[in-house]
T-cell receptor
Framework: AQKITQTQPGMFVQEKEAVTLDCTYD???????LFWYKQPSSGEMIFLIY??????QNATEGRYSLNFQKARKSANLVISASQLGDSAMYFC?????????????FGTGTRLLVSP | DAGVIQSPRHEVTEMGQEVTLRCKPISGHNSLFWYRQTMMRGLELLIYFNNNVPIDDSGMPEDRFSAKMPNASFSTLKIQPSEPRDSAVYFCASPTDLTSGSSYNEQFFGPGTRLTVL
């Protein structure tokens, strides 16, 4: 079975600084996808970024980038130039080929607080 | 596109009552997922459907929970009888495309239903 571990319950960062949110995963499947979602205090789940296990380059989406280290089974989210609006819960998730990529398994999340 | 629509947004009920949560997936998406989010257990997959057929209901906590998808544009999650420990936020999500075999499976979430069982 696949598993996501997010070891940081909370992170603090000052506005305009970069922050890294950790995510490690466990799967025996060679083919998988990794996702990050943001959940602001309003409660909705917002998709941020995706990384496929065979992708050669780290994914980037605007201020978000994914530091994918396959050998270490880590998929850390890097937010550059933090903004106050980045304060939210962040969830890492995985889907694997053995489930037909049909199920997302989520981590427990990291709460990010951006201060002025 | 209006995105995934859920109703009601908030539900407060008393223990023992029946609760029905509703979801309308994104038009053209053939799959639908129901999740439950609590502080203690995080985000849990309850059940998902492909082409209106339940594929995996192993996350449904017990027989008090049932879900249906009578057509491609509507699904319900029913709890009968409800208990205080069912209090949670229930999300419905529809993914991009589960039939392509691609690992890219972005799930579009609805706004959630916050359920409180007194």
């Amino acid at each position: 079975a696949q598993k996501i571990t997010q070891t940081q319950p909370g992170m603090f960062v000052q506005e305009k600084e970069a922050v890294t949110l950790d995510c490690t995963y466990d799967t025996s499947d060679p083919s998988y996808g990794l996702f990050w979602y943001k959940q602001p205090s309003s409660g909705e789940m917002i998709f941020l970024i995706y990384q496929g296990s065979y992708d050669q380059q780290n994914a980037t989406e605007g201020r978000y980038s994914l530091n994918f280290q396959k050998a270490r089974k880590s998929a850390n989210l890097v937010i550059s130039a933090s903004q106050l609006g980045d304060s939210a819960m962040y969830f890492c998730a995985i889907s694997t080929m053995n489930t037909g990529f049909q199920k997302l398994v989520f981590g427990t999340g990291t709460r990010l607080l951006v201060s002025p | 596109d209006a995105g995934v629509i859920q109703s009601p947004r908030h539900e407060v009920t008393e223990m023992g009552q029946e609760v029905t949560l509703r979801c309308k997936p994104i038009s053209g998406h053939n799959s639908l997922f129901w999740y439950r989010q609590t502080m203690m257990r995080g985000l849990e997959l309850l059940i998902y459907f492909n082409n209106n057929v339940p594929i995996d209901d192993s996350g449904m906590p017990e027989d008090r929970f049932s879900a249906k998808m009578p057509n491609a544009s509507f699904s319900t999650l029913k709890i009968q009888p409800s208990e205080p420990r069912d209090s949670a936020v229930y999300f419905c999500a529809s993914p991009t495309d589960l039939t392509s075999g691609s690992s890219y499976n972005e799930q579009f979430f609805g706004p959630g239903t916050r359920l409180t069982v007194l």
